[in-house]
């Protein structure tokens, strides 16, 4: 079946860090999201990417749908405490009878450094 | 816009136990989804509903799930005979969006943790 792989499976931040992660798929997808999960909690929107090379920003957040629709990017500039948490990535494919529901990354997980 | 919500929040249950689950998805959202995410895990697709009909399910869907959307609105997730290894944390989402429509964003709710004792 389809796969993600999200790289780095953790990482820990010092506040005013730049922060970069990305995931990249055996597949291609036509779309791309990022998500973040704190804990307890259900995964919130952070950015929806549509077009290969797409580049999006949301605030301090920037996601890249790549070329080769294989693979995305997402960076967080100035990092703050209020960043950590998990980072899913998800895509998703529309084929056959399927509607395209996402498949997700395992999560990058964004912690303070002590 | 009060967002996904789900019912209850936390449930610990006996294994054989029968459990059920609740969604009410954002009012105006066709669609609701039903993932199921494990510790260290993504979140992992189980079925989805277009209005009541239940369009796709996923592999993962074992004989002792099953899952209702009666009137459109909202859906119950019911597992019945619960195994330890049903024991995640299980999420609804819900979306406006028709056949192919590129931008069909999930919303998702906070989320109902299984316990199987």
């Known amino acids: 079946g389809q796969q993600l792989n999200q790289s780095p499976q953790s990482m820990f931040i010092q506040e005013g860090e730049d922060v970069s992660m990305n995931c990249t798929s055996s597949?291609?997808?036509?779309?791309w999201l990022w998500y973040k999960q704190d804990p307890g909690e259900g995964p919130v929107l952070l950015i929806a990417?549509?077009?290969?090379?797409e580049l999006t920003s949301n605030g301090r957040l920037t996601a890249q749908f790549g070329i080769t629709r294989k693979d995305s990017f997402l960076n967080i500039s100035a990092s703050i405490p209020s960043d950590v948490g998990i980072y899913f990535c998800a895509g998703r494919v529309f084929y056959g009878g399927s509607q395209g529901n996402l498949i997700f990354g395992k999560g990058t997980k964004l912690s303070v450094k002590p | 816009d009060t967002g996904v919500s789900q019912d209850p929040r936390h449930k610990i249950t006996k294994r054989g136990q029968n459990v059920t689950f609740r969604c009410d998805p954002i009012s105006e959202h066709n669609r609701l989804y039903w993932y199921r995410q494990t510790l260290g895990q993504g979140p992992e697709f189980l079925t989805y509903f277009q209005n009541e009909a239940q369009l796709e399910k996923s592999r993962l869907l074992s004989d002792r799930f099953s899952a209702e959307r009666p009137k459109g609105s909202f859906s119950t997730l019911e597992i019945q005979r619960t195994e330890q290894g049903d024991s995640a944390m299980y999420l609804c989402?819900?979306?406006?969006?028709?056949?192919?429509?590129?931008?069909?964003?999930?919303?998702f709710g906070a989320g109902t943790r299984l316990s199987v004792l």
């Open positions: 597949s291609i997808f036509n779309t």
């Open positions: 989402a819900s979306s406006l969006g028709s056949w192919g429509l590129t931008k069909n964003i999930q919303y």
């Open positions: 990417l549509y077009k290969a090379g």
